[in-house]
């Protein structure tokens, strides 16, 4: 989805994107890089865009701006919606500059904002930000005027504007000014992007009056803005090219068939689109926390860092998907990669961002991901907080079941298993219980399983089983994985043989969590051998004592053993412990899995390795991190924040009755390889003293040496990476299936 997702949002989205259809032909971008090649003359890269009065008059210009300055009234989160939306298109113009320097002056204090805003707001100026210090300084006078002297370049979208914003050295700090155009000497420069050029502006011993200086803007606002704003134009340009790679990749063939059936292909493209779905939601993020303090600045920061290098990433790769055409002139792919290549050089290098997220979040700094909540919502929460206040007064089992009774496990679900609560009902719920202290029981395998049994079992299964799992009084482990089916588990060999009242199972299962303690199994086996691969499979129960079940406990890299290799002989299997119908049994795996998957996705750091945990280690090393050190603490940090943006987004979506989208899956895929991260990184900082045995008794040093043999499994079991971004490419980016063997 888009960096904005709302109602309201993809109602603004949509309206952008049809006057683009409308105003902004493939000839007006053509155009434009006709202008900006190295034999336009330089009033050429002065003219605005024909469709610029057009674009003012839908308003866009000043969505962000105060009505009282002939805005909107909005925020930067809208405005950043436009500039994606414009962004894809890769429309050119002096847009995006237009309304950093209008956000710019809007911060500012003084009469600069009520001269200059309703011109920016209406279209009858232009402006441009000097993002870089360059080489212009300043002496504040007697009478309140600067006098600035020296020239700072390179400024995108100089050379069309009206009114230019520049950053001023001076003996009380760094100072901004808004200059009209007539007052400095504009020269356009050769540039990278065709799209939007760049110009130098030469200051020559000017005396600014004081209703130009922008009091009240600091270097930290500037940066923040234009984090957010170019981020935003970032996200547009990986949008593009991550729709136009996987385009490509549907309908070019190959070796005679498409190229996206390819596996490296086709992961390629889905790891763009995770790249890209990173970059909209901590864009999203930062444009929504704007002005909040400290918070804003460090999901600034997050969105400074990812944003840039999505696009430079994304671009790349198109580039490479689309092959030898893609590296032609007349390919719109190289355009895009200026651009993007452009906005991470204006932004500055992103060993910069990264330095300042590792500085906020070394410092205390986090970003609190809080959900608003309708006005409707406060009568079902008192209600609420009244049922959880008696569970609340119980202890031990026996609040564990009243929990379980409640509904309060998996409130989802049906009733009597669950609430039948919609997602409104189910945030209200977790925070009920997290205000009351209440833990929901710990159900581990068991977790997978209920939905399943909900779904798809009798209602003697659901009675007989349901109620002890959901209090935690029933364990449960998984035979699923085999030898030879693992992630490709429809290729299962366990077979169920026919026995009167029953059935007889006879296999092996391998990567088996908690048998060795776990009361009852889910058990897929194949009954109909003569059927398709995803066909003739059944789903089954079965009682972890029966005769002919062993388990033999396999040792893991860490030395522990809670895997486990089982092998059934025979086990009798009576046919009222199959689940749904016989030789049905994928699809009520498929429920299964799908819920396996949603919760070893469920967060950063379930296995423990978590960025607190990380920082908190950092705070006990007793000395600063290196300059490397910090950079990969910064991308962790940004990994965590960008999963956390992600959760939210996908709860607000159904808490708006919409579904997960690419999200959902592009969170999976990076929650399981987060805590593997987490732990490289902190292995890295202890150095010499990593080589202490992996034993959580043995303080920090055996703490994360455990971690980091332990997260190995984090991306094999639950489905595969490699697995997960296949259904990322298939199911998202409706890239071609793998062939069937011998097809």
Request: hydrophobic share 45%; aromatic share 6%; glycine share 10%.
């Amino acid at each position: 989805m888009a960096i904005g997702f709302s109602e309201e949002h993809q109602a603004l989205r949509d309206s952008v994107s049809g006057w683009l259809e409308r105003h902004v032909p493939a000839e007006a971008v053509r155009a434009a890089v006709a202008a900006g090649s190295a034999e336009a003359g330089p009033e050429d890269a002065t003219t605005r865009p024909a469709f610029w009065h057009a674009l003012a008059g839908q308003g866009l210009l000043g969505l962000h701006l105060p009505e009282k300055y002939g805005g909107s009234g909005y925020g930067l989160l809208e405005t950043a919606i436009v500039v994606e939306a414009l962004a894809e298109r890769l429309t050119p113009g002096p847009y995006l500059p237009t309304v950093l320097a209008s956000a710019a002056i809007s911060a500012a204090t003084g009469k600069a904002p009520a001269e200059l805003l309703p011109g920016l707001a209406g279209g009858g100026l232009t402006g441009a930000v000097a993002l870089s210090g360059g080489g212009l300084t300043g002496t504040r006078n007697d009478d309140g005027t600067l006098t600035i002297d020296g020239r700072a370049e390179p400024v995108a979208g100089g050379a069309q504007a009206d009114v230019l914003v520049l950053p001023v050295r001076t003996e009380q700090g760094e100072e901004w000014v808004a200059l009209p155009r007539e007052s400095v000497t504009v020269t356009p420069l050769p540039a990278l992007d065709l799209t939007r050029g760049v110009a130098m502006v030469a200051v020559p011993a000017l005396v600014v009056p004081a209703e130009r200086v922008l009091d009240g803007l600091t270097r930290a606002r500037m940066d923040d803005l234009a984090a957010i704003l170019l981020g935003a134009e970032a996200a547009g340009v990986a949008a593009w090219c991550v729709s136009a790679a996987a385009g490509h990749a549907r309908t070019r063939e190959q070796f005679g068939r498409p190229i996206g059936q390819f596996q490296a292909v086709k992961h390629k493209i889905a790891r763009m689109l995770v790249a890209l779905e990173q970059a909209r939601a901590t864009v999203w993020d930062a444009a929504r926390s704007a002005g909040q303090g400290d918070e804003a600045a460090f999901a600034a920061a997050v969105a400074g860092v990812t944003a840039p290098d999505a696009a430079v990433r994304c671009a790349a790769d198109a580039i490479q998907t689309f092959g030898g055409i893609g590296y032609t002139y007349d390919h719109e792919a190289h355009l895009y990669y200026r651009r993007a290549l452009t906005l991470r050089a204006l932004l500055g290098p992103s060993a910069g961002w990264a330095s300042a997220v590792a500085g906020h979040a070394l410092g205390g700094v986090s970003r609190s991901m809080r959900i608003d909540l309708p006005s409707g919502a406060e009568p079902v929460r008192a209600r609420l907080r009244e049922e959880v206040a008696e569970v609340a007064r119980l202890s031990g089992a026996a609040q564990r079941r009243a929990v379980a009774a409640a509904g309060f496990v998996m409130p989802h679900l049906p009733r009597p298993w669950g609430r039948a609560a919609g997602p409104l009902e189910q945030v209200l719920i977790a925070q009920a219980l997290r205000a009351a202290k209440v833990r929901t029981p710990h159900m581990l395998i068991g977790a997978w399983m209920v939905p399943s049994i909900a779904m798809y079992g009798t209602p003697e299964q659901q009675e007989r089983f349901l109620p002890r799992t959901l209090s935690g009084e029933l364990a449960w482990c998984q035979l699923f994985s085999e030898p030879g089916a693992g992630s490709d588990l429809a290729s299962l060999a366990t077979r169920a043989e026919r026995a009167p009242g029953g059935w007889r199972l006879t296999g092996q299962k391998v990567w088996t969590s908690f048998a060795k303690t776990a009361e009852w199994a889910i058990c897929l086996a194949r009954t109909s051998p003569d059927k398709p691969k995803r066909e003739g499979i059944t789903y089954f129960l079965v009682d972890m004592k029966s005769p002919g079940v062993t388990v033999s406990p396999l040792t893991e890299m860490t030395g522990e053993a809670l895997f486990n290799a089982v092998y059934l002989d025979g086990v009798f299997v009576p046919d009222d412990q199959v689940v749904g119908a016989v030789d049905d049994g994928w699809r009520v795996a498929r429920n299964t899995l799908s819920n396996e998957r949603v919760l070893l996705s469920s967060g950063p750091g379930r296995s423990g390795a978590a960025v607190p945990d990380l920082l908190g280690l950092v705070g006990r090393l007793g000395r600063e991190p290196s300059p490397a050190e910090r950079a990969e603490i910064a991308a962790v940090v940004c990994e965590a924040h960008a999963i956390e943006a992600l959760a939210l987004r996908v709860t607000l979506r159904q808490l708006a009755g919409g579904e997960p989208g690419a999200e959902a899956s592009v969170r999976k895929v990076l929650s399981t390889a987060h805590a593997q991260r987490v732990a490289e990184c902190a292995v890295t900082l202890l150095g010499t003293a990593a080589v202490t045995a992996a034993d959580t008794k043995l303080g920090d040093a055996g703490y994360w040496t455990r971690a980091i043999l332990a997260t190995r499994a984090m991306t094999i079991y639950g489905g595969t990476t490699e697995v997960q971004l296949n259904i990322i490419a298939e199911r998202m980016l409706g890239l071609p299936r793998d062939p069937e063997p011998g097809g």
